[in-house]
């Protein structure tokens, strides 16, 4: 079964989740409760 790619659920983010995880990186997971414009996952792919 293929599941869809989904984008991470840290809010500011666009990056893709980790295939299993619904966050990109653990910095977003690890921040999901804080609310911010921009996020700081630091991949280069998305360009805030």
Same mark, same amino acid.
């Given at each position: &079964? $293929? $599941? $869809?790619? #989904?984008? *991470? !659920?840290?809010q500011? /983010? %666009? /990056? &893709? !989740? #980790?295939? %299993?995880?619904?966050?990109?990186?653990?910095?977003?997971?690890?921040?999901?409760?804080?609310t $911010?414009?921009?996020? !700081? *996952? %630091?991949?280069?792919?998305?360009?805030h």
């Amino acid at each position: &079964m $293929t $599941t $869809t790619p #989904q984008r *991470c !659920a840290k809010q500011g /983010c %666009g /990056c &893709m !989740a #980790q295939p %299993g995880s619904k966050y990109c990186s653990t910095r977003c997971e690890d921040s999901r409760s804080y609310t $911010t414009l921009k996020c !700081a *996952c %630091g991949h280069p792919e998305w360009f805030h």
